[in-house]
């Protein structure tokens, strides 16, 4: 049997680029468990700094790791942007991303590292990106942006019935009880606290000295604000959380079921072409059959 003619060996792939070894970092397990560790030192750190006793001997110590958080977190959003580098619209879709990238850009800025309150404010918010490596966090945080809108509209109308009750009462109450219904503001703050149910027994008792006629007034107080607009506000909440839930599922789903991208499927054409260019170099025309 003549000898299998010898493979030509093909020009070996172009290796990878700096985007698609950036996609690797970012998506491997152990930069997401990083960067939850780092978030939760300097969690830690924070609250390490509010010991004066802490703070006065360590001084130059904590200011030392303040600055190395910065520079790691500076590294990681670095990292994450270079994955993104040939496709930067994918970035900037991810409203993590955008978060995350303020948070780090602010500190650089000098007004913010001049001003030690809104310095301790930037480093507080990199505590929210927890919610990147949580996901029910997440689903918690976009309930509650969801509820906003009907969360308003609960304050209009628990503004307006604690309006309407104030006025009542510095009616009904001002002249006999000025510390507490002295005015509409002092009316208004004496219901709000009321709303809490607490201090609701003394109320009641020092209306009933005024008129008998006061614990309607509180008994529908009360039923109005502490059980009717708050179980309205709970209500508005759960359904919040249960559209914010949904939609993390879908988007899940989504993510799932959508095809590779281009840059994806390019880098899998390299991947594949390096590995055959691998073998077909291996080959030799004695050890082929």
């Known amino acids: 049997m003549p000898p299998a003619p010898e493979l030509p060996l093909r020009a070996h792939a172009a290796p990878p680029t700096l985007p698609e070894r950036c996609r690797r970092v970012t998506g491997s397990d152990w930069f997401g468990l990083c960067g939850f560790a780092l978030i939760l030192g300097n969690a830690a750190l924070l609250g390490?700094?509010?010991?004066?006793?802490?703070?006065?001997?360590?001084?130059?110590?904590?200011?030392?790791?303040?600055?190395?958080?910065?520079?790691?977190?500076?590294?990681?959003?670095?990292?994450?942007?270079?994955?993104?580098?040939?496709?930067?619209?994918?970035?900037?879709?991810d409203p993590w991303n955008v978060f995350d990238l303020a948070v780090v850009l602010f500190a650089y800025l000098p007004f913010a590292r001049e001003n030690a309150?809104?310095?301790?404010?930037?480093?507080l918010a990199r505590v929210l990106r927890a919610a990147r490596f949580l996901p029910q966090l997440r689903v918690v945080l976009v309930a509650v942006g969801k509820s906003l809108p009907g969360t308003l509209s609960f304050a209009l109308v628990g503004a307006l019935l604690l309006y309407l009750y104030a006025m009542m009462g510095w009616v009904f109450f001002a002249a006999e009880d000025p510390e507490h219904y002295g005015s509409l503001s002092r009316a208004g703050l004496t219901l709000f606290l009321l709303m809490t149910l607490d201090g609701l027994g003394d109320a009641v008792r020092t209306g009933l000295e005024i008129s008998r006629w006061s614990i309607v007034y509180y008994a529908s107080y009360v039923l109005l604000s502490?059980?009717?607009l708050v179980n309205l506000l709970i209500g508005v909440v759960l359904n919040s959380l249960d559209e914010a839930r949904r939609s993390e599922e879908a988007h899940q789903r989504a993510v799932g079921a959508a095809g590779p991208t281009e840059a994806e499927l390019r880098e899998r054409i390299e991947t594949a072409r390096r590995a055959l260019d691998d073998l077909e170099g291996s080959l030799t025309p004695g050890g082929r059959p």
Do not use: N
């Not at 309150?117 to 480093?123: D, E, G, P």
């Open 226 to 228: 502490s059980f009717v």
């Open 117 to 123: 309150t809104v310095l301790r404010l930037l480093r």
């Open 48 to 93: 390490v700094e509010t010991y004066a006793g802490v703070q006065g001997r360590w001084h130059a110590e904590l200011k030392a790791v303040e600055h190395l958080f910065l520079a790691v977190f500076t590294v990681e959003i670095a990292v994450r942007m270079a994955a993104c580098a040939d496709r930067p619209r994918e970035f900037l879709r």
